[in-house]
Structures are given as structure tokens and as C-alpha cells.
């Protein structure tokens, strides 16, 4: 398969997307008229409860799942099958256990029918830059949760996609490795400014490394809020300790508070 061309310039518009799962016996309403611009170049996050359509809304935005209603349009073009130019990270790394870091990565490469070669200095580059240089020829079984997660993100970006789409990449990790992996993630999209839509249960991380962010409804998912993160880069741990930081996630969880997502203790 050879990689199709890059998606352009221009963002991401969601228009009235909405997204109806219909069994035997009922139907399920994920997503109900959603509108969401997003600039090219920009870190997105989108939080929410779980079964509020975030994953559903990724799989859209790549041409994997057609939308009940509305369209999606990525660089002015129409998404109407699979987009094969943008990477996608998931929960799970998804690692292949035969293989090695390195040719894990590669895998990428492989598949679409690049000349190894000329992405072989990048793929080590890249696995420089969060800490796996001396693991390439390692072994997924011979890594942390952490460490596979990070070679999983490096296999989204070796074919330098334009976009980049997260789901919920950390949530399997313990609090300190998720930490650090958000730190690399935002090194990482410092140096590239590429696109990301980045799904994420915790209102912490999605103020930490967004622009902006997407609060979404319970089921049928719907934009509640969408919040700007005036936070200056790069955002180290001693962010947390900023007002601004405190500002947003305190706005994010009343928000999820009102809604009942969240109760207060008694």
C-alpha cells in the first residue's frame, strides 16, 4: 500500500455530526449534533464521561466509521473513507512481541510501502527524543507500560503524519509514567506543531497540553464548553502550581459537577 497524500492545510471541520447505533432490540444515540473547528497546527483535547461518543468522534475524523448525519472535512477535503496519511495512537500499544522496538516502528513504514532506508534516521531520532535510543533492538516483553506506550506514539509519527490522533494513549499507565509521557508528548508536538486530537478521561492532562478544550455532555455526546488554556509553554509538573491551571480545571469540573458526571462528598 502506498501512503496517500497528506490531508493539507486548513484544520479539521466537524459539521453536524451525529452518530446513531442501532441493535435488535434498541438504539443508541452516541454523538447528536456536533460542530467542532479545529485549527491546523493546533493541540486539541476532548474530556468527557465515559459512552459521551469521544472515540466514536475519532473514528469519524479517520474515515473509519461513516457518521449517521453531518460530514467531516480535513484541509477543505470531504472524509468519506479511510484516511491512510494521519497516525493513530490507542490505548493499547499494540505491539507486535516478535518484533523489536525499532522494527516495531517500522512496521509503519513497512505497510505502506516506503523505502525503510529513508526513514530508518528518523525512526532512531525519534525514539531518541523520549528516551528509547538504547532499547531499539529490546524486546515489547522486555519494556514498561510506559516504554511500549512511547514506542507505539513513535510508530504514529515515522511517516510524519499531518494529524495525529490520540485515544486515550495514557490511560492504562501509572500516575508518574503518565506524567512523564505527557511532558515527552508536548515535547514532541513543540518541535512539529502538527495537529492532534487528543481524547483523554483526566481534566488535568487535557489542560496541561491543549490549546483548547473540548468539554463534552453525557450521552448523546454534545459540546458543553470549549475552553482556552492560556498557559505559556512548555508545561513542566510546576504548572500545576499556576492560577491559570487551577482556573481551568476548576471551570472543566464544574461543569461535570452540574451535569452530575461528578457528586460532591458529602
Same mark, same amino acid.
Given at each position: ?44 483535547? @476532548? ?8 472515540? &466514536? ?28 496519511? @494521519? ?6 500499544? &499494540? ?104 481524547? &483523554? ?47 481551568? &480545571? ?17
Amino acid at each position: 500500500m502506498t501512503a496517500a497524500a497528506p490531508p493539507g492545510g486548513g484544520g479539521i471541520v466537524v459539521a453536524g455530526v451525529s452518530q446513531v447505533f442501532r441493535r435488535a432490540d434498541r438504539e443508541v444515540r452516541a454523538l447528536d449534533a456536533f460542530d467542532l473547528e479545529i485549527r491546523s497546527g493546533e493541540f486539541l483535547s @476532548i474530556v468527557g464521561p465515559s459512552g459521551c461518543g469521544k472515540s &466514536t468522534l475519532l473514528r469519524i475524523v479517520a474515515g473509519l466509521l461513516k457518521p449517521s448525519g453531518g460530514s467531516v472535512a480535513i484541509g477543505g477535503r470531504r472524509v468519506e473513507r479511510p484516511q491512510t496519511a @494521519i497516525g493513530f495512537v490507542f490505548q493499547s500499544p &499494540t505491539l507486535l512481541e516478535w518484533r523489536s522496538v525499532l522494527d516495531n516502528v517500522m512496521l509503519q513504514i513497512e505497510m505502506r510501502g516506503l523505502d525503510p532506508a529513508a526513514y530508518l534516521e528518523r525512526a532512531r531520532r525519534l525514539l531518541a527524543s523520549v528516551g528509547l535510543a538504547e532499547f531499539e533492538n529490546a524486546y515489547p516483553r522486555e519494556l514498561s507500560g510506559g516504554m511500549r506506550q512511547r514506542t507505539a506514539i513513535i510508530r504514529g509519527l515515522i511517516h510524519d503524519p499531518p494529524l495525529l490522533l490520540m485515544d486515550e494513549p495514557f490511560g492504562a499507565l501509572d500516575a508518574l509514567t503518565r506524567e512523564q509521557m505527557r511532558i515527552d508528548l508536548e515535547a514532541l508536538w513543540l518541535n512539529s506543531h502538527k495537529t492532534v486530537i487528543f481524547v &483523554t478521561h483526566s481534566v488535568d492532562e487535557a489542560v496541561l497540553l491543549s490549546d483548547r478544550v473540548v468539554v463534552m455532555s453525557p450521552r448523546p455526546g454534545r459540546i458543553e464548553r470549549i475552553l482556552d488554556v492560556d498557559l505559556p509553554r512548555p508545561r513542566g509538573v510546576e504548572a500545576r502550581d499556576s492560577a491559570a491551571f487551577t482556573q481551568a &480545571t476548576r471551570a472543566i469540573t464544574d461543569i461535570f459537577l452540574a451535569r452530575g458526571v461528578l457528586r460532591r462528598a458529602p
